[in-house]
């Protein structure tokens, strides 16, 4: 039986990755794959993780995390490389590594750390459906 941290940790999961999938859609609902380029409906691909998500201290990192078609994300084993090429061009160079030094620090979320993302991503989600009618 899962705990109430395991529970809060997989809807908190659920809640982020639409929020990374909204937010990296177009106001028509298209997102464009941050490895490949290839566009998809935002309902169509994975919020797809630079640093894998059992890394806990980047987990909800938003950088870390963007739109990913299925192909890259899951066939592609994330197309760690291109990904990384991609954080650099998009946030400066330098953020792929500084996302993979932050990865190997030691995070405890506590529970009400996780209680409150679940909040504040939620609100993001409802604004991101307001401004982009998706």
């Known amino acids: 039986m899962a705990t109430p941290r395991q529970k809060l940790v997989k809807q908190l999961d659920s809640v982020f990755s639409k929020f990374i999938r909204m937010r990296d859609a177009d106001d028509s609902g298209m997102a ?3 490895s490949c380029g290839s566009v998809k409906k935002w309902r169509e691909g994975d919020a797809g993780h630079f640093i894998s998500r059992g890394k806990m201290s980047t987990r909800y ?25 991609a ?18 620090k030691t995070k405890k979320t506590s529970i009400g ?19 982009k009618g998706i």
């Open 61 to 85: 990192d938003e950088q870390n995390v963007h739109f990913q078609c299925k192909k890259c994300n899951i066939f592609r084993n994330g197309e760690q490389y291109l990904y990384s090429l």
């Open 113 to 131: 750390e996780l209680r409150r993302m679940i909040k504040h991503y939620t609100r993001q989600i409802d604004e991101i459906t307001k401004q």
């Open 87 to 104: 954080l650099d061009r998009k946030y400066g160079e330098g953020t792929a590594e500084r996302i993979y030094l932050e990865s190997n």
């Open 32 to 34: 464009t794959c941050i």
